[in-house]
């Protein structure tokens, strides 16, 4: 997949007035995206692998990554990316369930 292609085509057409917030838009949520699968796929990154796929210079993204709270090791050059907390999932109280079955069924009735 060709990531760095798709920024380049963005930035070397010249998108009429009325495309060009459409493609900006595109262009935003595409390196939200980008940044997620990054996130998900690496624990460790190159400095220059991340600008790739996030279509940005090497300072930029180096910004952008580190505002995220991605740690740079400046001797390797390498990002730590840092891990999304995951949530836990709440377990449904079988009495609150039968709680609200009795409060709706008040309702319709």
Do not use: C
């Not at 190159?46 to 993204?61: C, I, K, N, P």
């Not at 580190?66 to 891990?83: C, I, N, P, Y």
Request: hydrophobic fraction near 40%.
């Amino acid at each position: 997949r060709d990531y760095a292609g798709v920024y380049e085509a963005m930035r070397g057409f010249n998108w009429g007035p009325q495309t060009q917030p459409i493609v900006a838009a595109f262009s935003e949520n595409y390196t939200k995206k980008m940044f997620q699968l990054l996130l998900d796929a690496y624990s460790t990154i190159s400095v220059q692998d991340t600008a790739l796929f996030l279509g940005m210079s090497e300072d930029d993204a180096t910004k952008y990554v580190l505002h995220e709270g991605w740690v740079l090791d400046s001797a390797s050059r390498m990002f730590t990316v840092k891990q999304q907390s995951i949530v836990a999932e709440q377990k449904l109280d079988p009495s609150k369930l039968q709680r609200l079955t009795e409060y709706v069924f008040q309702l319709e009735h």
